[in-house]
């Protein structure tokens, strides 16, 4: 669906790959100091990029998933930590839309909103009257220092003493922020830790996560018909989580290629690595795993699109064909930087050449809980096997 007066994604992605040099000028910097550097995220900003999944009669684009994973692993191209942050941005800004539309009037009333989300359950909310009492700590909060509103996953405790998950915004000024985040990949996206204690939040800031997330319903009476909104968090999650990997594999080879012309493999006849069939091998071998991850990516990009566009419900194979598309995205990101970063010799593990950043980045997506290959690969073959899946995160 085409929304008049919008960017559409070739527009959105080449405004993401005009940023490029601009980000990784910042990227030494960014690493170093564990945060997006202030012209990358007015760049970021100003490039409107920020609005993709914000609702239009805010300014927005709804723009679909296959656009928006594209568009972040442009930036995932340029900095990997870029990528993850501008991904979980998305997440957040999407979130925000199943949520009561007074409460997007408030969120979105900022024109350059910025909502981080944590995806684990780690915080329990009480009724109260007019809301809940929130208390929680929350690891790996991606873009915190820089974020105005958390979507955060808790447990609601209900009537019968049992809890069901739920999503509760909350104004980062109410959060106690831990500046921890000293990590050997995706340094830059301050994945913080925030804690709550007895925090008071109005009930209309209280989504209940089923059906609501998972089934694509929610809160929001003018987002009900947008296509944007008709999808299973999950899976959506999925492809735009697991799109900076894309990129970091295509950063890769980009920066190999570069080094390529002027280095020689040493204590062996090749002056010109360039002339060595072991590098023509290495080259191949890494841009089928390349292109193999861009095919995952956009078959679960695509796949969410078109079911939110027909209206159709997903089964549990889809779903957790989506999630192995997404981890299949990251293993074979993985593996392409794996060869072309041991193609790369000694000099490469000096802190100003790119391609060692990007083998800690793109190790640390492939730890992501969600996105981890093992854990995608056994419920993907215990479903291909008849058995129910291990896992409610469907």
């Not at 919008?6 to 080449?14: M, N, T």
């Not at 913080?192 to 929001?220: C, I, K, N």
């Not at 980009?254 to 080259?283: C, S």
Request: hydrophobic share 45%; proline share 5%; charged share 20%.
């Amino acid at each position: 669906m085409t929304i008049t007066g919008v960017p559409q994604r070739a527009e959105l992605v080449g405004r993401a790959a005009d940023l490029i040099d601009l980000i990784r000028g910042h990227a030494l910097w960014q690493e170093e100091h564990r945060v997006m550097h202030e012209e990358t995220l007015r760049a970021v900003l100003d490039a409107g990029l920020l609005k993709m999944r914000v609702p239009v009669r805010y300014g927005g684009f709804e723009s679909n998933v296959r656009t928006v994973c594209e568009v972040i692993a442009e930036l995932g191209r340029a900095d990997g930590s870029v990528g993850w942050t501008v991904a979980t941005w998305m997440l957040g800004s999407w979130a925000v839309g199943l949520f009561p539309d007074e409460v997007q009037d408030e969120i979105f009333a900022d024109p350059e909103a910025r909502i981080c989300v944590s995806a684990s359950p780690k915080g329990v909310a009480v009724p109260t009257e007019g809301g809940v009492i929130l208390n929680g700590e929350w690891d790996f909060n991606s873009g915190a220092p820089l974020s105005q509103w958390e979507a955060h996953s808790a447990l609601l405790a209900t009537e019968d003493g049992g809890y069901v998950p739920a999503v509760i915004a909350v104004p980062m000024t109410d959060m106690t922020v831990i500046d921890n985040w000293h990590t050997a990949g995706l340094r830059a996206t301050s994945s913080v830790t925030v804690l709550a204690r007895d925090l008071f939040v109005p009930q209309v800031r209280v989504l209940p996560l089923l059906p609501y997330l998972t089934e694509g319903r929610h809160l929001s009476e003018r987002n009900a018909e947008s296509p944007t909104w008709q999808v299973p968090f999950v899976p959506h999650g999925n492809a735009v989580a697991s799109s900076p990997a894309l990129g970091m594999a295509q950063a890769a080879q980009e920066l190999f290629l570069e080094r390529l012309p002027g280095r020689k493999i040493i204590f062996t006849n090749y002056d010109r690595q360039i002339e060595a069939p072991i590098t023509h091998l290495q080259v191949a071998e890494a841009a089928v795993k390349i292109d193999e991850a861009a095919f995952h990516l956009y078959r679960a990009a695509d796949r969410v699109d078109t079911k939110a566009l027909v209206g159709q419900a997903w089964s549990v194979e889809e779903r957790v064909l989506t999630r192995m598309d997404a981890a299949a995205v990251c293993l074979r990101a993985k593996e392409a930087v794996d060869i072309l970063n041991t193609a790369s010799g000694g000099s490469s593990i000096y802190s100003d050449v790119p391609i060692q950043r990007v083998e800690r980045d793109v190790r640390a997506i492939n730890l992501n809980g969600v996105l981890h290959p093992n854990t995608a690969a056994e419920t993907y073959g215990r479903v291909l096997c008849g058995m129910e899946p291990n896992t409610i995160l469907l």
